[in-house]
């Protein structure tokens, strides 16, 4: 149900149970969350995080994949498209979100945006959307260089949960 993406680097591919050690590794990292929420995330929030991924594309037929590296094998992040029903202004309901985020010793080396493209071209042709959206922390230099490269541009400067965020949003 879930499709495989190859790129030339990475496999994108559904989350499996074996994964959770990964993910729950991966949110607990300052360094991954310092502009996501602003702290590590506990292992119970990777869970339901994880189920979140699985319920996304049960009901939504869109959703997040695990990156991994071909080469390796080694898991190396996540991406993909949610829906989040964010309290926000303006409004995003209805319009898919594409969000990434890598192992730090992933970072650097396009991956982020290799991936991001990846799921962007399966969405632009299985998601219904004219277009998708993401949220950046304004001091989030390299997620904003990944949205550009992947054709996002910058619509709205908001606060979500306190904290500032940019809005982006790409057509189809």
């Known amino acids: 149900m879930i499709p495989e993406i190859v ?5 994108l591919r559904a989350h499996v149970l074996q994964d959770f050690a990964a993910t729950a590794a991966l949110w607990a ?3 991954v969350t310092r502009f996501i929420g602003g702290r590590p995330f506990s292992a119970e929030e990777a869970w339901a995080r994880l189920l979140r991924y699985a319920g996304h594309w049960s009901y939504m037929g869109f959703g997040y994949w695990a990156v991994e590296e071909r ?3 080694s898991f190396v992040g996540e991406v993909g498209f949610a829906e989040n ?18 192992i730090p010793r992933a970072h650097g080396r396009g991956y982020a945006t290799e991936a991001a493209r990846a799921a962007l071209d399966w969405g632009s042709t299985h998601l219904s ?24 541009s910058e619509y709205s400067h908001t ?10 949003t790409r057509q189809y």
């Open 7 to 11: 790129t030339d680097r990475l496999r």
């Open 29 to 31: 990292d300052p360094m």
């Open 85 to 102: 029903k964010r309290d926000l202004q303006p409004s995003i309901h209805n319009i898919p979100e594409l969000g990434w985020v890598l």
């Open 129 to 152: 959307a004219a277009s998708t959206v993401c949220l950046i922390h304004p001091e989030n230099v390299a997620s904003i260089r990944v949205a550009g490269k992947c054709g996002f």
């Open 71 to 73: 080469a390796t094998g």
């Open 159 to 168: 606060t979500y949960k306190n904290e500032p965020t940019i809005l982006f």
